[in-house]
């Protein structure tokens, strides 16, 4: 159980990780994502600046969460609970017929739509599963098993970064 546990962990640290990275790597990046919530129509003034702000800094702290061993089910935790914040608010901008512009990994993205929200519920559902497996993740597991749950979690995570982009291929197909 402990090679799907540290899956688990890669693959959300990753996705986090990134997420974390493109909105503030740069000024211009900081103010797109900043300008992106504005498409959200309930969040403005203080509550728009204080989110701007505590999303990439929570994002982060899934990232530290997930890589420390004694705070992995915080990790988890606090992972659940920004995705379901993420899809329940996009999504409710969604079922309004409100466009919500993308800036889940920073720069680029377009409008939010079923993919996203889609990607959004893969990466809440494995959040959940770590969640429920890290109380019973005990034991051990060779070096091998590791190395192949990391390996096959980084692929994982790349998909699920540039979900838009494989979507874009499906819809073209």
Do not use: Y
Not at 19 to 31: L, N, P, T, Y
Not at 132 to 138: L, R, Y
Not at 143 to 167: E, K, M, N, S, Y
């Amino acid at each position: 159980m402990i090679a799907l546990e540290v899956a688990l962990r890669t693959v959300l640290a990753a996705v986090f990780a990134v997420a974390f990275i493109g909105k503030v790597r740069s000024r211009a990046a900081i103010s797109e994502f900043a300008s992106s919530l504005s498409d959200i129509t309930w969040l403005t003034g203080a509550r728009r600046r204080i989110s701007a702000a505590a999303i990439p800094a929570a994002e982060l702290a899934v990232v530290l969460l997930l890589a420390l061993p004694w705070a992995v089910a915080f990790g988890f935790g606090l992972s659940v609970l920004l995705l379901a914040a993420f899809t329940s608010v996009t999504g409710s901008e969604l079922a309004k017929g409100r466009q919500v512009r993308c800036r889940c990994f920073g720069a680029g993205g377009g409008q939010i739509g079923p993919a996203q929200i889609v990607r959004n519920v893969v990466l809440l559902a494995l959040s959940l599963a770590g969640l429920v497996i890290e109380p019973v993740s005990h034991g051990g597991v060779g070096a091998a098993g590791l190395i192949v749950a990391f390996g096959l979690a980084l692929v994982a995570a790349v998909g699920l970064v540039r979900w838009d982009d494989l979507a874009s291929l499906a819809r073209t197909s």
